[in-house]
């Protein structure tokens, strides 16, 4: 009998995942951990049960297009307008204070300025699927310490653009003036259809009622409102995750969030767990286990850093030390999109392959051990943050 050769390692892996979650949920810890864990012992460096690493960020990347869509059609629209300052001011102070605590350790490292600037840049960014995963799974979506968390994590999205042109221009391949037109338009076409979705009480879908009563056209239909946006925008050279945000601001809007809740909610479990598996097995154990002391000390200071610069920023905008302490804890781990920005330095020949290897471990790594940081910062406060909260 023949076995098609994908079937073993998806085996290997939906079993991982299971057995892995069933032990953790025992222990009370987010599944997101489970999946971390899982891609860690089927990779390379593990039981090398799956190697294709290329084609797992694949259909990671669908699944943080899919968490943002159905981020997008949970929250409102005019609380984010509201909260314009938080989601410009505290975005901007965290880059310029993580560039310039960067700065501070080149000069005593002999680091050059475009080192310095690219580590900076990837400090600053935290992780939209860990963070928005948490919230959504504990209900703090619409607490203030999440309202503000949001605007910033879409603020820093929006800033992944500029910040791969800053680093283009230390290489030989710097951005051409079409490619800066065409992200201008991006921008334009994403505020227009947020503004859109601001200004709109209720509206329709086109073919919203034929749509909802066929489930095999509803899936479709919901794909194509999702992944449709998040490709104009990709295209445009914004984020893709971006574009599949405001496409669920959108569907919030038309007030058609159930039966695409019911569409895609199957999709979304997989895809996202799917990502966080593949992060996992970027950790090489080898590496780690080599370095250690490096890397774990590294692993602390940006989890400290984050926290505290982050915890800073908020109280300096208005808000009580509970709430931004535990906003900064949200905040404190290296987002996703760091991968991208040292991927492109490490092209540029910004970082050393060492450099490389030893930026991609401690991102891992604080991505891991984030539930358990916020987790513990959170029991740290108590009482302090519920009233608050």
Not at 41 to 67: C, K, M, N
Not at 295 to 309: D, E, K, R
Request: aromatic share 8%; glycine share 10%; with cysteine.
């Amino acid at each position: 009998m023949h076995i098609d050769p994908l079937i073993p390692p998806l085996v290997g892996v939906i079993a991982a995942v299971l057995i892995v979650g069933l032990l953790l949920q025992f222990l009370r810890q987010p599944q997101l951990v489970g999946y971390i864990i899982t891609g860690v012992a089927i990779g390379p460096s593990g039981f090398a049960l799956l190697t294709d690493q290329t084609l797992i960020e694949h259909l990671g990347a669908i699944g943080v297009t899919l968490l943002l869509f159905f981020i997008g059609m949970e929250v409102s629209p005019k609380q984010l307008a509201r909260g314009w300052r938080i989601a410009l001011g505290g975005t901007l102070f965290q880059i310029a204070a993580s560039v310039a605590l960067t700065w501070g350790i080149g000069q005593w490292l002999g680091w050059e300025l475009p080192r310095v600037i690219l580590l900076g840049f990837v400090i600053s960014l935290s992780s939209t699927a860990v963070v928005l995963k948490l919230l959504k799974d504990r209900g703090e979506l619409s607490s203030r310490a999440g309202e503000n968390v949001l605007l910033i994590l879409l603020a820093q999205d929006l800033a992944v653009v500029p910040m791969l042109i800053v680093i283009s221009l230390f290489s030989n391949e710097q951005p051409g003036s079409d490619q800066i037109l065409k992200q201008l338009a991006g921008a334009v076409i994403v505020l227009g259809l947020a503004a859109f979705a601001l200004s709109r009480e209720h509206f329709r879908l086109p073919f919203a009622g034929r749509i909802k009563q066929d489930h095999e056209l509803q899936v479709f239909a919901a794909l194509l409102i999702c992944f449709g946006l998040a490709f104009v925008t990709g295209t445009l050279g914004l984020s893709s995750a971006l574009g599949a945000f405001v496409a669920g601001m959108i569907v919030a809007s038309a007030r058609e969030t159930d039966w695409v809740h019911h569409a895609l909610e199957p999709l979304r479990v997989v895809f996202v767990a799917l990502l966080f598996v593949s992060i996992g097995m970027l950790i090489e154990i080898g590496f780690v286990l080599d370095n250690w002391l490096q890397v774990g000390s590294l692993v602390i200071a940006v989890l400290l850093t984050n926290t505290f610069v982050n915890a800073g920023i908020l109280r300096a905008l208005g808000n009580p030390w509970p709430i931004s302490l535990y906003s900064g804890a949200l905040l404190a781990q290296i987002g996703e999109f760091s991968f991208v920005l040292v991927s492109v330095g490490l092209q540029a020949a910004i970082v050393s392959k060492f450099g490389y290897q030893l930026t991609i471990a401690v991102i891992a790594l604080t991505l891991a051990l984030s539930p358990a940081w916020i987790g513990a910062t959170k029991r740290l406060l108590g009482h302090r943050l519920s009233p608050l909260g």
